[in-house]
């Protein structure tokens, strides 16, 4: 029987896990959460899948044993598609992944040509091609890795001011390729991609849609822990690795979405 003050943990590399944590607070406002960031490992997806497996499976094993989880969602899409399997296997409490949102992209398209903006370590995982196999096997997807949408989610979180070109560059990425022009729909395959959707959108223009899977994350964590009670007997906080200083101008970020405080882990 789970402790009612067990918290559910979600673990990201840096800030875009708070997108699933905004759709989970909609579904379980009880819930205690904590927050934890890798952001002395940030970004995940200019490591080797070697690293991030070590990185992400020696981290979570930490936190597993120190705050007794009863679930832990794994909030970001390249260390899924890499350490999932794994981490799996050497803990003993649910797990939770990320994954592409490629399923419901197939179902969304009109003109059958999906984009797909990642990081550099997702777009090439054997993962994501499954996925393509699976949902989207009668479709074009176009993938273009965008790393610097995570460096701007991030600042655009502290408050800081973001070169538009970067945007601009994630759009010629997509639409340069071989049938670019006819993507109508956008997987947003990394989880502080969200958080520049409407400069996305903006450089896109009308006629695209965006998907990711921060409420599907939402409804499965709330689907495996739903029947039990809940007891918050703290403030929920956040975690992170790495210099404290950097994480303090997140501070008025995260108290919107309802963290407390931060703490060096």
Do not use: W
């Not at 989610?153 to 970067?166: H, I, M």
Request: hydrophobic share 45%; glycine share 10%; aromatic share 6%.
């Amino acid at each position: 029987m789970a402790n009612v003050s067990a918290p559910i943990l979600l673990f990201d590399s840096g800030i875009g896990g708070l997108t699933v944590l905004a759709e989970l607070r909609k579904l379980l406002p009880e819930a205690p959460v904590i927050y934890a960031a890798d952001t002395a490992g940030l970004p995940y997806g200019e490591k080797t899948e070697a690293e991030v497996a070590a990185r992400v499976s020696g981290l979570l094993g930490r936190l597993a044993e120190r705050y007794r989880p009863r679930l832990i969602c794994i909030a970001c899409n390249t260390a899924s598609t890499i350490a999932l399997g794994m981490v799996r296997e050497v803990l003993h409490v649910p797990i939770v992944g990320t994954v592409p949102a490629i399923r419901p992209a197939a179902s969304m398209t009109s003109t059958g040509t999906i984009g797909l903006l990642g990081t550099a370590a997702t777009i090439r995982q054997a993962y994501v091609d499954k996925l393509q196999a699976e949902f989207a096997a009668d479709k074009r997807l176009i993938r273009f890795a965008a790393p610097d949408l995570v460096s701007a989610a991030e600042t655009k979180l502290r408050g800081g001011r973001v070169d538009a070109g970067v945007f601009a560059d994630a759009v010629a990425g997509l639409r340069s390729q071989p049938g670019g022009a006819e993507i109508d729909t956008v997987v947003l395959a990394c989880t502080h991609f969200p958080l520049v959707e409407a400069e996305l959108a903006a450089e896109f223009g009308p006629g695209v849609r965006f998907v990711h899977g921060a409420q599907g994350i939402a409804r499965r964590i709330a689907f495996l822990t739903g029947d039990k009670e809940f007891s918050r007997e703290r403030p929920d906080f956040a975690l992170y690795t790495g210099d404290g200083s950097q994480f303090d101008t997140l501070l008025p970020a995260l108290a919107t979405y309802g963290l407390d405080h931060a703490d060096p882990f």
